[in-house]
């Protein structure tokens, strides 16, 4: 299901999208703006990697047993 969400922008950045969107580079400015949330879930998930990681160096990383282990 999906669900509306209207936000205001200033000239030049609806300058920026409308052209993105002509120049062919996304479907739509709805497109648009999913793709920039799929590149912020992306670099979250980065960061979170980067910090188990860590924590795994530092041994303080958790051995799974099972897939269960994972709750």
């Known amino acids: 299901m999906r669900n509306i969400i209207n936000i205001s922008l200033p000239a030049e950045m609806v300058s920026t999208v409308t052209?993105?969107?002509?120049?062919?580079r996304f479907a739509s400015k709805s497109e648009f703006f999913r793709h920039l949330i799929r590149l912020w879930n992306s670099r979250e998930l980065a960061a979170e990697l980067?910090?188990?990681?860590?924590d795994f160096a530092a041994g303080?990383?958790?051995?799974l047993r099972s897939l269960r282990d994972l709750r």
């Open 19 to 24: 052209q993105e969107v002509r120049a062919g």
């Open 50 to 54: 980067h910090e188990r990681r860590r």
């Open 60 to 63: 303080r990383g958790k051995t």
